[in-house]
């Protein structure tokens, strides 16, 4: 007897359907997967054989052949083990056919014949619902993440005994609620209103979150860089549901989900130490997991002290910033990551940390400090859209007793400059100012006759790069939405080349 059942594959982000094609014939007792499986999938046949007998369920005593079509693509992972008891259970006549018309099984059997949960189930469902599959399965402890998807019924399984049961009309087993995300308490995120003094470096971030413009603090130790960063996720802009799923699906892939709350609702804050392989920023591995770079997607990526990062590291960095995406190569093929990242870092001077302080004297020598900052390529110092110096906290400061502006109220501005973008670039795929397409730079950046003056004063006094220049009108862009103008004015060039002028003062005297 024939049996076919759907199931889901995944490589990286890329989902794909599987068909699980069993045949159960007369002949030696047998047991044989075919269509390019990998180790993993072919161990399924012990965990099935087990599965069965603890389930109490007859395990066909003939010849069983699974073919996972197609058969040019390889197939990987513990996933489709549920699909292959189902279909063995269909051949061997357990349940009427048309049970698992429009179905999709996916999940890991245990050797007692419990379910197991999988990585990438959210993934998975999104690509069934658009493959035009009306019910999935899931191991029980998925069913709430797969339930973030609407327009498929999602159903979470126990065990392999039950699904049995089920199939056959025995039992009923209850449909997963939709998965409906509740408001996060944003009260347990590091308050700016604890951050004494430092209101330039405060308004650097302000301008960073409204746009998702990249910035490099540079300062001694102990002026509050790492302070400041960790902040800055407190008045980072709601995530759209849109960016939600995007973000969502990485952490599938990742094994990261919260099983209580599958959705992420808040931008990712990932702060690797410096110590991090390429791989573990970059993301790689046999099957290519997402890495660091990936799993901040549409959130924070902060690097603390910069210059201790290997420079190979660092170098990786630059293409992603550019093109939004990791691509990672295999000989099992290629895999995509997006990476849609505001990167924030932070240094010292030089190696001991007190290069330029106004008031402790520096013990490097200058060659010490310019072999420290070259770890800094110029590519790559060339993608922050932001350099500022922040400086040490003066005695007044730190000992005031005046009470600091609050995150929620920072966020309140950054949210509606963020709106302002939001609504310009409806339709575009463009997500804020950072991301501005040389295509679209000068027909949304309009500058007054004053603007352009300065704007072109300032390329040729400085030298700058086209990189450069483009970043400095995006970032004008960001300053003239925060005022709530269309045009950009020459206060607002000024303030964006300002926050750009620090790369002068130490990679050129350094």
């Known amino acids: 007897m024939f049996s076919e059942i759907k199931s889901v594959g995944l490589f990286g982000m890329n989902a794909f359907e599987v068909s699980v094609e069993v045949e159960v014939s007369k002949g030696i007792d047998r047991f044989d997967i075919v269509g390019l499986a990998d180790i993993s999938v072919k161990e399924s046949r012990e965990r099935i054989r087990s599965a069965f007998r603890s389930s109490k369920l007859r395990f066909p005593a003939v010849s069983v052949i699974v073919n996972l079509a197609p058969a040019d693509v390889k197939k990987s992972g513990s996933a489709h083990d549920l699909a292959i008891a189902v279909a063995i259970l269909g051949a061997s006549g357990a349940f009427p056919a048309e049970r698992t018309e429009n179905c999709c099984f996916i999940g890991e059997l245990s050797l007692s014949g419990d379910l197991r949960p999988i990585n990438g189930v959210l993934p998975m469902t999104i690509f069934a619902q658009r493959m035009g599959i009306k019910k999935i399965y899931v191991p029980k402890d998925n ?10 019924e999602v159903y979470g399984v126990e065990s392999l005994s039950e699904l049995a049961h089920c199939l056959n009309g025995d039992i009923v087993i209850e449909k997963a609620p939709p998965y409906v995300p509740t408001e996060k308490n944003t009260n347990t995120l590091l308050d700016f209103a604890d951050v004494k003094g430092q209101q330039f470096a405060k308004k650097a971030l302000e301008v960073a979150a409204c746009g998702g413009h990249n910035l490099l603090m540079i300062g001694s130790p102990g002026s509050g860089k790492s302070m400041l960063a960790k902040r800055l996720p407190s ?6 549901f849109e960016e939600s799923i995007e973000t969502t699906n990485i952490y599938s892939i990742a094994g990261l989900i919260d099983k209580n709350a599958p959705l992420v609702t808040e931008r990712p804050f990932r702060a690797p130490h410096h110590t991090v392989s390429t791989a573990g920023l970059a993301g790689g591995g046999g099957i290519p997991r997402p890495g660091e770079i990936s799993l901040a997607h549409n959130g924070l990526l902060f690097l603390d002290e910069l210059a201790e990062f290997s420079r190979s590291t660092l170098e990786i960095l630059r293409q992603p910033i550019e093109d939004g995406k990791v691509t990672i190569s295999r000989a099992s093929g290629t895999v995509t990551y997006p990476s849609n990242i505001m990167l924030v870092a932070a240094m010292n001077p030089c190696p001991c940390g007190y290069y330029g302080h106004p008031k402790k004297k520096c013990v490097c020598t200058k060659r010490q400090v310019s072999q420290y900052l070259s770890k800094i390529s110029g590519p790559l110092l060339d993608r922050f859209d932001l350099h500022i110096e922040v400086a040490p906290v003066e005695y007044e400061n730190i000992s005031s007793t005046k009470k600091e502006e609050s ?8 949210q509606k400059a963020r709106e302002i973008q ?16 040389s295509e679209l730079l000068h027909e949304v950046c309009p500058l ?3 603007a352009n003056t300065l704007l ?3 390329f040729d006094r400085l030298g700058l790069s086209a990189r450069a220049y483009d970043r400095i009108l995006k970032v ?3 300053m003239a939405d925060m005022d709530g103008e269309e045009r950009i004015d020459r206060k607002h060039v000024a303030q964006a080349v300002r926050y750009r002028c620090l790369d002068r003062k130490y990679w050129e005297n350094g």
């Open 448 to 450: 007054t006759e004053d």
């Open 407 to 414: 995150s929620a109220a920072i966020r309140e501005r950054v």
């Open 456 to 458: 072109g004063e300032v």
């Open 476 to 478: 004008s862009r960001t």
């Open 422 to 437: 939001n609504e310009r670039y409806k339709g575009t795929g463009i997500t804020c100012n950072a991301k501005l397409t």
């Open 235 to 240: 008045i980072l802009p709601k995530m759209t």
């Open 143 to 152: 069913a709430y993440e797969a339930s973030v998807v609407e327009g498929i």
